[in-house]
């Protein structure tokens, strides 16, 4: 039992680049997120899904698209990078209901934007 | 707008001292309240609170939700350096489902 797993955990960009994020849990929660975290910002929602085939807008979407083609696995685009983008982004997945309120994290992907 | 506002935004105490760190919320369709701590990490997750007046506790961290000021405390009594993290505070909302989360206290404990 894996948890939240994340790939890459680090990354540099160029201007311009593209790449994706990949978030896979193995807990078959229904929900899942994903978070930019900067210094002084706390976590700020990016997207986030309710379900396989689902997704929606966060706090902070510009920039990003996301996919959830299957139930275990989330998706975060990035089509063009730009150095604002530079951040800590965090999955994370949760049960919609019953006992299991928290979120459990991934560890993280470090993203640079040169 | 809804919004999680943390305080102090940092504190830096000695071993042994206690320690109350606040979290006050403006959140549409409250769910429920989340503290983590988190150390150069993933956050990790302490304790969630929905009803008022009931505290939670574990070991030397308890926590206390009041709904109708709308905040929350998280203590810390007898503090040791494995302490020192940054704590963040999250609210879910029924609707959409989503977390809203403050920038998270910075703990430093000094041996």
């Known amino acids: 039992n894996a948890g939240v797993t994340q790939t890459p955990k680090f990354r540099v960009l160029k201007t311009g680049q593209s790449m994706t994020l990949l978030c896979a849990q193995d807990?078959?929660?229904?929900?899942m997120y994903w978070y930019r975290q900067d210094p002084g910002m706390g976590l700020r929602l990016i997207h986030y899904s309710v379900g396989e085939g689902t997704t929606a807008k966060g706090e902070v979407p510009d920039g990003y698209n996301v996919s959830r083609l299957k139930k275990q696995n989330f998706l975060l685009g990035l089509e063009s990078a730009a150095p604002s983008q530079t951040s800590v982004y965090f999955c994370a997945s949760k049960s919609p209901s019953g006992r299991d309120y928290e979120q459990y994290f991934g560890p993280g992907t470090r993203l640079t934007v040169t | 707008e809804d919004k999680v506002v943390q305080s102090p935004l940092s504190l830096v105490v000695h071993e042994g001292d206690t320690v109350t760190l606040n979290c006050s919320y403006e959140v549409t369709n409250f769910r429920s309240l989340l503290w983590y701590k988190q150390e150069k990490k993933a956050p990790t997750f302490l304790f969630m609170l929905t009803s008022s007046g009931i505290e939670k506790k574990s070991g030397r961290l308890s926590s206390i939700l009041d709904k109708k000021e709308l905040f929350s405390i998280l203590n810390i009594t007898a503090t040791q350096t494995g302490d020192s993290a940054v704590y963040l505070c999250a609210v879910e909302a029924n609707t959409g489902n989503q977390f809203y989360f403050g920038t998270g206290t910075s703990l430093t404990v000094i041996p």
């Open positions: 807990m078959n929660h229904e929900y």
